[in-house]
């Protein structure tokens, strides 16, 4: 279906216990040249983490078309359970099928947890996945058939995400997944939208993304900072009055 029928297929997979097997290795892999590792993304870098242990990940420089907004306004997105989603390097090479990967964290102190429901979460053991240059967590595959015009006809798309929670009700509105989904499946559908023609809608609520480490400076600002400046300025209008 995907590959003779122009197929498209969008797969949200969270990692799952160790001995379980999903059957999909064969299709993501084999066939689509993507490999999603079946680890949980754990980090201890509190600048790569909201308050609640949701992961900010940022979109990938490739200027795909499911990413390319969020790049442009460099909005993230935050995702709970989230596993590594990359290119399989170990492919055969195949002229047909394009692999971009989409979404990713670039903290180096990030890794893939392997038995992460009997062993610690906050630093890599022997087995864990480290990458060198960050972990990805979604990527997206094309393959087009040579039709001998001399152009390409696509022949089916399929797209990974290493999670699912960030699309669910209580996640949608948060940061850019919304703006996520709804540009995965214009894509999918080759839904082309003219910007140009669109009216630029009001906008209703603002939404500001905090880290855990700037939530803990925010929080601190607000319980000595300010209570400090303004004991400070009492402190120098007694002064004054007391001359």
């Given amino acids: 279906y995907l590959r003779d029928q122009a197929g498209r297929l969008i797969l949200m997979l969270e990692p799952v216990s160790p001995n379980t097997d999903l059957g999909l290795d064969s299709l993501i892999s084999d066939d689509w040249g993507i490999r999603a590792d079946n680890v949980l993304i754990c980090d201890s870098n509190a600048d790569e983490k909201t308050p609640t242990g949701d992961l900010i990940l940022l979109p990938t420089k490739s200027g795909h078309p499911v990413v390319s907004a969020l790049a442009e306004s460099k909005m993230p997105v935050v995702w709970g359970r989230t596993r590594i989603v990359r290119a399989d390097l170990t492919h055969e090479p195949d002229p047909g099928l394009v692999i971009t990967t989409l979404l990713g964290t670039p903290s180096r102190t990030a890794f893939g947890k392997l038995h992460y429901e009997t062993t610690d979460q906050t630093r890599p053991l022997p087995g864990d996945l480290q990458l060198r240059d960050g972990l990805t967590t979604a990527a997206a595959a094309e393959r087009h058939r040579q039709s001998g015009l001399p152009f390409s006809v696509p022949s089916g798309r399929l797209l ?24 995965a499946i214009n894509w999918m559908v080759n839904r082309a939208l003219a910007l140009g023609s669109v009216p630029a809608r009001p906008v209703e609520n603002l939404q500001l993304v905090l880290s855990e480490r700037e ?5 601190g600002g607000l319980l000595f900072a300010l209570p400090g400046a303004a004991a400070l300025l009492g402190l120098a209008v007694w002064w004054y009055r007391r001359r």
């Fill in 215 to 219: 939530m803990q400076r925010l929080r």
């Fill in 160 to 183: 990974v995400f290493g999670g699912a929670d960030w699309v669910g009700n209580s996640s949608l509105e948060a940061a850019g997944n919304l703006q996520c989904i709804s540009d």
